[in-house]
């Protein structure tokens, strides 16, 4: 189950104009994330001036059972007037897109000023809300209309004769009101919202806010949707042409940030860049919904939703796909524009949902291991393990084996000469015929058990020395450099490079292996500690790695690679 999170800070909807600056000697608020017997809670501590803040959120971080403390951050909605017709639909190629499928069952979270639930447009799509922002206030009034507008692009229904369409056809929306009737909110109320919503069942979480100050409350109520399989959608901001500063929350790990393009697939001057931007989506002009009748919006914020929307039918079409591997759908079958490839003002393109659904299709193949399970290795120190079905699958398939006839040793950490006898046994039970040992240099193999196995896969490009004469087999191999070795070798069995994968872990920045750790993560191969940490410099257990290789053995299954 997952525990109850209870939150505190300040945040608003972006609209035009700069935030607000904060009062010098006006009281504070400090907004603490707290680990308690109850699960996580938020609470708020109030300071004379900003620097007292500072001062107490610095005192709170010491204690053991707080997750985050700050001064309360501001945010606002991101829109612009404008007047025009749906043209965003005809652009995505929806009625395309819904033939291969919908958004049924589907829960996007709108976390910003509320949703009109009077709205004939949006009759019958609002499940229970949560007003964060005022107490004793409902999330389906929405005295600014910011919401409103976002909750129709994602939802509106379809084939009603009343109004507009949205994408994400017979998607649910989350009503999360964290922004007043100006669009102004507080950092503990984004927090508080986001975290509402996943412990309601929310699959989608849209945050058409931001700010350019950033906030850890926000940052880590992000992780915890991702930890609980849920995709964070955000828009990248309208300070394009007032400075382009980086946009919070969109620029967090595991938030899929989301750039504007206008009728041209040009870039709106409005539309904030960065190489944080992920991907783009029609954002110029966009005719939604808001209270009493329609209205035409410009902004990141009118962006998002066509993004968060197509999250929404991939996860109704293949709901086994982890956070990451939506992302990485989305991001790998955009449409690109601009210059070719990644670029700062557009990301991966423009969104595809026709794409993306086809994409996301996986077809039926012999699982790895049997669905019903194998027989079990019969050691008697892996019951009750966690990964004792994985360990089953790898020892039947050959891959490892015990360190006894009767133990697995499951709590011994893995070696480099371990782990490259493991690689040469997956690569070739995926077909791949290794070349025959030879001495690559290597001055102290001899009499290691695996002296060939390094050989043979450093001869084939998988593993390199420590230095240029050593390979040093007796080390224990850290989880940062077992992400490259494991990359190598999907790469030479598939042939191709690896998806590029998004920033998925906060402790790997500057690592040498960062970009292995993220291609794992969105292949959903590694999924970290499930605090945002991935723990690079730590060594990997034998059971832990028993997982690892399944995964590996099951990608190869699904690709037909498996002999």
């Known amino acids: 189950m997952r525990p109850c999170l209870v939150v505190a800070a300040v945040v608003f909807a ?7 600056a904060a009062a010098a000697d006006t009281a504070v608020t400090v907004a603490t994330l707290v680990e308690t017997p109850r699960g996580v809670v938020v609470r708020r501590s109030t300071a004379p001036s900003r620097g007292a803040a500072a001062d107490l959120a610095q005192q709170l971080r010491r204690r053991p059972d707080v ?9 606002r909605a991101l829109g612009d007037p404008g007047r025009s017709h749906q043209w965003g639909l005809d652009r995505l190629r929806a009625e395309t897109a819904w033939t291969h499928g919908d958004a049924s069952g589907q829960v996007v979270a709108v976390v910003d000023t509320g949703v009109d639930g009077a709205h004939p447009d949006l009759a019958g799509t609002l499940v229970a809300g949560f007003d964060a922002a005022t107490v004793g206030g409902s999330p389906t009034q929405d005295l600014h209309g910011h919401g409103t507008h976002v909750a129709g692009i994602a939802a509106a229904v379809v084939d009603n004769s009343v109004g507009i369409a949205g994408l994400g056809r017979r998607a649910a929306i989350m009503p999360v009101r964290v922004l007043d009737a100006d669009g102004l909110g507080t950092s503990d109320d984004v927090a508080e919202g986001i975290i509402w ?37 955000a828009a990248a901001g309208n300070e394009g042409a007032d400075g382009n500063p980086v946009t919070y929350p969109a620029a967090e ?26 991907i783009a989506a029609p954002g110029v002009d966009i005719v939604s919904t808001v209270p009493g009748g329609y209205a035409s919006l410009s902004g990141t914020s009118m962006a998002a939703p066509f993004v968060a929307a197509t999250a929404a039918m991939v996860r109704a079409r293949h709901a086994e796909l982890t956070p990451d591997q939506v992302a990485t759908v989305l991001v790998t079958t955009a449409d690109d524009v601009g210059n070719a490839g990644t670029d700062p003002l557009f990301g991966a393109g423009v969104v595809d949902p026709v794409a993306a659904l086809s994409s996301a299709a996986t077809p039926e193949h012999e699982p790895a291991c049997p669905a019903d399970g194998v027989p079990s290795a019969g050691f008697t120190d892996v019951a009750g393990n966690r990964h004792e079905a994985a360990i089953d699958c790898v020892v039947w398939r050959g891959v490892a084996r015990g360190a006894t006839a009767r133990t697995y040793a499951p709590g011994l950490q893995v070696t480099r000469g371990q782990m490259a006898s ?21 001055d102290d193999l001899a009499g290691s058990v695996h002296a060939d196995r390094v050989n043979q896969l450093a001869a084939a490009g998988l593993v390199a020395g420590v230095t240029r004469n050593a390979y040093r087999p007796g080390a224990v191999v850290s989880r940062a450099q077992m992400a490259t070795f494991l990359v190598r070798a999907i790469e030479l069995v598939e042939d191709a490079r690896m998806a590029a994968g998004r920033d998925a872990f906060h402790d790997d920045d500057g690592n040498v292996h960062e970009a292995s750790i993220d291609k794992l993560a969105a292949a959903g191969i590694a999924s970290g500690s499930g605090d945002g940490t991935y723990l690079p410099s730590a060594g990997v257990r034998r059971d832990q790695m028993a997982s690892f290789l399944a995964r590996v053995l099951e990608r190869f299954a699904a690709g037909g690679r498996l002999t």
């Not at 412990?199 to 979480?205: E, L, M, P, Q, S």
């Not at 493991?422 to 290597?442: I, K, M, R, Y």
């Open 14 to 20: 972006l609209l035009s104009g700069a935030l607000p």
């Open 67 to 75: 997750i985050a403390a700050e001064p309360v951050v501001s945010v």
């Open 197 to 233: 919503a996943v412990d309601h069942g929310a699959d989608v979480v849209n945050l058409s806010l931001g700010a350019a100050e950033r906030s850890s409350v926000i940052a880590s109520a992000i992780r915890y949707a991702n930890v609980n399989d849920v995709v964070v959608v």
């Open 422 to 442: 493991l690689l040469a046994n997956v690569v070739e039970h995926a077909g791949v015929t290794l070349p025959a040992p030879s001495d690559q240099g290597f």
């Open 253 to 278: 790990p595991g938030v899929v940030a989301v750039a504007a393009v206008d009728r041209a697939d040009a870039h709106p001057s409005f539309s904030s860049s960065g190489d944080w931007v992920d």
